[in-house]
């Protein structure tokens, strides 16, 4: 199968795994719990939609947010900046946080939804980040240098 071919395959089975939550709750699921990022969303579901609705970008970060050092380093060095909080808002870019925490509990909707993503897309270490824009899936992490090195090189694949 071609690259291109298993892209679109990844991106419906993507946006059809929210549907598949859904249908194991018969209702909309609903998450409850604290995000650690501020600005971000931790509901795949609602990203998903307003994503759609608004033909905006999202940004998927799989983060171990309380134990994670690259992911502790990538927030405070990247996403906490007002640079990339900027080129964020500029972009219209629906921020999705996945976190697997080990002492920040979670409900079962959370771990559910955040499980089931990472095995879709085979997450195999933190942080690990994807954005999805203009039919691409691009996959990034930790890049040294700041909120301009990191959103260069993301841009340069878009």
Aim: proline content about 4%; hydrophobic content about 40%.
């Amino acid at each position: 199968m071609k690259m291109k071919n298993l892209l679109v395959v990844a991106l419906f089975m993507l946006f059809g795994l929210t549907s598949n939550i859904k249908a194991q709750t018969d209702t909309d699921y609903v998450i409850t719990d604290e995000v650690a990022n501020e600005g971000w969303n931790n509901n795949a579901n609602e990203v998903f939609k307003t994503a759609k609705k608004n033909n905006s970008p999202i940004l998927m970060n799989f983060t171990g947010s309380d134990w994670c050092k690259w992911c502790i380093k990538i927030k405070k060095e990247i996403f906490d900046t007002p640079e990339f909080k900027t080129w964020a808002k500029k972009k219209n870019l629906q921020l999705l946080e996945l976190d697997f925490p080990r002492r920040i509990q979670q409900t079962p909707e959370l771990k559910s939804q955040n499980s089931q993503l990472a095995k879709e897309l085979n997450v195999r270490g933190y942080p690990t980040l994807y954005i999805i824009s203009d039919g691409k899936l691009i996959k990034s992490g930790y890049v040294a240098g700041g909120p301009k090195a990191w959103i260069e090189s993301v841009e340069s694949q878009m």
